[in-house]
């Protein structure tokens, strides 16, 4: 069975563009999850999104945004980039029923 | 929302010796309690979770202990080996009966096991 995958790896941006960071699931995980992983520091949760909606968003600002696809992949999409941006965005999936959330390898954003 | 706590945040044991990490939940309502481990440069893995009807859970070396009343629950490694050394971060989730559901994790505990 494939895990998440996630593209791109890396991601170098300057301040103020926007970056579009994609995820696929597990086959048969409707579930996607984004998580912010700054360095050193636990993981923040992003945003969730079942079934093509968007279920519930933690404590980011409206440039954080996203979307899911009708094949369940997802991308998340940060505007206006901060340096404070940069770090290890995690994307996770997860079955309606499921028993947990697996991860991707991540894409590790850097703002300059 | 849930509040989850996770004690200590960092953990040196020598090779061979046990692991105890712990964490304590706010919402009483949650009843889902995963365990992943992130070793440096790689995405975090879940290792073992528990469900609220459930008080303790092992799988080989690692088990899990969860006390609904005082709400916390504790991760033990036992003989731990130097491929142990990670980061190990808790979570606590509810879960509707066929719903999908929100993990908050705890801050994370470096374990680092000295050969």
């Known amino acids: 069975e494939a895990g998440v995958t996630q593209s791109p790896t890396h991601l170098i941006k300057t301040r103020g563009q926007q970056a579009t960071l994609r995820c696929s699931p597990i086959?048969?995980?409707?579930?996607v999850y984004w998580y912010q992983q700054a360095l050193g520091l636990g993981l923040q949760f992003l945003l969730w999104y079942d079934e093509g909606e968007e279920r519930n968003r933690g404590n980011f600002p409206p440039r954080f945004s996203g979307r899911q696809f009708p094949n369940y992949s997802s991308e998340l999409n940060v505007n206006a980039l901060e340096l404070e941006d940069s770090a290890l965005y995690l994307c996770?999936?997860?079955?309606?029923?499921?028993?947990?959330?697996?991860f991707g390898p991540g894409t590790r954003l850097t703002v300059t | 929302g849930e509040n989850v706590e996770q004690h200590p945040s960092t953990l040196s044991v020598q090779e061979g010796d046990s692991a105890v990490i712990k964490c304590t939940y706010s919402?009483?309502?949650?009843?889902?309690f995963p365990w992943y481990k992130q070793e440096l440069g790689k995405r975090p893995q879940l290792i073992i979770d528990i469900r609220s009807n459930v008080g303790e859970k092992k799988d080989q070396r690692i088990a899990v202990t969860l006390n609904k009343t005082a709400k916390h629950f504790s991760l033990h490694i036992t003989e731990t080996q130097p491929e142990d050394s990670a980061v190990y971060f808790c979570a606590a989730s509810w879960t509707s009966g066929a719903g999908s559901y929100q993990l908050t994790f705890g801050k994370g505990t470096k374990l680092s096991v000295i050969p």
């Open positions: 086959s048969g995980h409707t579930s």
């Open positions: 996770a999936s997860s079955q309606l029923q499921g028993k947990g959330q697996y």
């Open positions: 919402d009483s309502a949650s009843n889902y």
